[in-house]
């Protein structure tokens, strides 16, 4: 019997074809496990930015406070005359007098008349009193001789007296009238800035009745409105700013603090002598800051710090380049900084500006840190406090 061999030695190849084949594959497998892996892909960079961290500066500190710009003093210039029709206004609102300027006047002729009236009663009574002096020094010169009698005498004596009596009355009379042909010009009683006017040509006034007012000397004050807490802390003397609703800055200084604190506002009045008026008006509204002393604080610049709803964020730089948003308090704002007060310490880093286009958790690539400037130690003016 025949044996059949070519079976046999076909599926013998195949069984050594598939030996050899799952010997290659652990071959190049174990291959692969000796290789070292490659590595994963970097996160993309969101955004280049720069670094900061809070610098300690010396800052001056101040008190902000609210109130408005008076006269210093007011002077109202009123009539003296009484029943006088009003002739002639000199001046209008927001012109510049000088004392004893003629301000307005009134018509003269009712005057005029009366004082013509006194002087020629007392040119009558002059005549009166010379006549009487004479009968009397007479009666003087014949007392020792007896031709008049004591009686007589007397009468002569009591006639000059009465002549003389009569003559100061229509003296005085006459002085009063004069008075009253003077008080027909309305002076100004100080040199100074007419700040209204309700003199009417025409107008026939009584004594007393206003006229003008005047700002004397043109001087103006600022009576700032200042909390009871802040009050001690301002002595006269003390610096201020002061600054106007159109951005204008006029310096002052503190001449008086109030003595009493308002019991239902509770702040008090800092009367300030501003150094001249610039565009300060009467009656203006405005703002200012007392300089008060300076103090230490950390610092920075405005655009690392994020505002959102109310709150002060800013952008931290952690060690693996990603930005962490973290919540900050801030307190004296410095001209172009801002004083850190919690959140973060001085060896923080903070994205410097650009802030506003990260996202917590963003991979940033840090450019050299911002440089900061030697030698600042001072910084600008700051407020601590606004009363509203």
Do not use: C
Request: no cysteine; glycine share 10%.
């Amino acid at each position: 019997m025949k044996i059949q061999r070519k079976p046999i030695a076909a599926a013998l190849s195949v069984v050594i074809a598939s030996g050899v084949l799952a010997t290659g594959l652990i071959a190049f497998g174990a291959r692969a496990a000796d290789e070292p892996k490659a590595p994963a892909s970097a996160p993309k960079a969101a955004l280049t930015v720069t670094t900061t961290t809070p610098q300690t500066l010396a800052i001056p500190l101040k008190i902000s406070a609210n109130g408005n710009i008076a006269a210093w003093q007011e002077a109202i210039v009123g009539t003296e005359a009484n029943g006088l029709r009003l002739a002639d206004v000199r001046v209008n609102v927001g012109d510049i007098v000088k004392r004893g300027q003629v301000l307005a006047s009134f018509a003269p002729d009712t005057v005029l008349a009366e004082l013509n009236q006194t002087r020629a009663a007392v040119a009558e009574a002059e005549a009166t009193l010379a006549e009487a002096s004479a009968n009397a020094q007479r009666a003087r010169e014949l007392s020792t001789t007896g031709a008049l009698s004591a009686q007589q005498i007397n009468q002569y004596l009591t006639a000059e007296r009465t002549a003389k009596a009569r003559l100061d009355a229509q003296q005085a009379a006459a002085k009063t009238q004069q008075l009253r042909l003077q008080q027909t010009k309305v002076l100004a009683p100080d040199s100074g800035v007419i700040s209204s006017r309700s003199a009417t040509i025409g107008a026939v006034m009584p004594a007393g009745t206003e006229m003008f007012r005047l700002i004397r000397g043109g001087r103006l004050e600022w009576r700032a409105e200042v909390t009871a807490s802040d009050l001690a802390r301002i002595k006269p003397g003390v610096a201020v700013q002061v600054s106007t609703p159109s951005g204008g800055h006029i310096p002052g200084k503190v001449r008086m603090v109030a003595p009493t604190v308002d019991d239902k506002t509770r702040n008090g009045i800092v009367y300030v002598d501003m150094t001249g008026n610039g565009e300060a008006k009467a009656g203006m509204f405005a703002r200012g800051d007392f300089e008060i002393g300076s103090g230490e604080g950390l610092t920075l610049p405005q655009s690392a710090v994020l505002r959102r709803e109310g709150f002060s964020y800013v952008m931290r730089v952690g060690p693996d380049s990603k930005v962490a948003e973290t919540k900050i308090s801030v307190g004296r704002r410095v001209g172009d900084r801002v004083e850190v007060t919690g959140g973060i310490d001085a060896t923080t880093r903070v994205v410097a500006s650009g802030a506003s286009f990260l996202v917590d958790g963003d991979t940033v690539r840090v450019a050299d840190a911002m440089p900061v400037k030697a030698g600042v130690k001072t910084a600008s003016a700051i407020t601590t406090r606004v009363n509203k």
